[in-house]
T-cell receptor, first 112, second 117 residues
Framework: GNSVTQMEGPVTLSEEAFLTINCTYT??????LFWYVQYPGEGLQLLLK?????DKGSNKGFEATYRKETTSFHLEKGSVQVSDSAVYFC???????????FGQGTELSVKP | GAVVSQHPSRVICKSGTSVKIECRSL??????MFWYRQFPKQSLMLMAT?????????EQGVEKDKFLINHASLTLSTLTVTSAHPEDSSFYIC?????????????FGDGTRLSIL
């Protein structure tokens, strides 16, 4: 079946460090891929998305490239800030069934 | 501004109480809304898909009689946790599809923290 696997957290970084959160997926066909961010006590916000292979989603300094050959959608940011501390969810949307499937989430903590 | 409004943000109540959570689409009419449940430090689990004017579609393992969903208008869906017990304590989040009659991407409410004593 369709699934999403993220690297386990928590990830703790110093401010201005480089961030990578790995995400791989299993799906038949061509799903759309998303990264959502959840700040403490809040719902989810769409961070970025990519709808087809080789697409790069970007927003607020974050980037992720849809790699079909490696079935991956790793999230990266060149220089993290304390305000980036949150839980990040990778998700796929597969047209058949029409549901968002989430990874388990990766908690990021950025220290000043 | 917010696309989805979820109310209340936090509920604390006694065991056996029924609790209603509202999810409103503020910017557009939503024929489809989604209800998720999130356990501490875990991912979101889709509970059901709420369809305006018809019965909700529940995921496997979700009790229909326990989690009542009503989607009476194009801007409002409600989730009622009936006769809540401590094991129902969780974070409940609703979402609305970005475009009418589409399931992606989804805009999420801020969630409701339900605590049953």
């Amino acid at each position: 079946g369709n699934s999403v696997t993220q690297m386990e957290g928590p990830v703790t970084l110093s401010e201005e460090a480089f961030l990578t959160i790995n995400c791989t997926y299993t799906a038949t066909g061509y799903p759309s891929l998303f990264w959502y961010v959840q700040y403490p006590g809040e719902g989810l916000q769409l961070l970025l998305k990519a709808t087809k292979a080789d697409d790069k989603g970007s927003n607020k300094g974050f980037e992720a490239t849809y790699r079909k050959e490696t079935t991956s959608f790793h999230l990266e940011k060149g220089s993290v800030q304390v305000s980036d501390s949150a839980v990040y969810f990778c998700a796929l949307f597969y047209n058949q069934g029409g549901k968002l499937i989430f990874g388990q989430g990766t908690e990021l903590s950025v220290k000043p | 501004g917010a696309v989805v409004s979820q109310h209340p943000s936090r509920v604390i109540c006694k065991s056996g109480t029924s609790v209603k959570i509202e999810c409103r689409s503020l910017d557009f009419q939503a024929t489809t809304m989604f209800w998720y449940r999130q356990f501490p430090k875990q991912s979101l689990m889709l509970m059901a898909t709420s369809n305006e004017g018809s019965k909700a579609t529940y995921e496997q393992g979700v009790e229909k009689d326990k989690f009542l969903i009503n989607h009476a208008s194009l801007t409002l869906s409600t989730l009622t946790v009936t006769s809540a017990h401590p094991e129902d304590s969780s974070f409940y989040i609703c979402s609305v599809a970005d475009r009418p009659n589409s399931n992606q991407p989804q805009h999420f409410g801020d969630g409701t923290r339900l605590s049953i004593l």
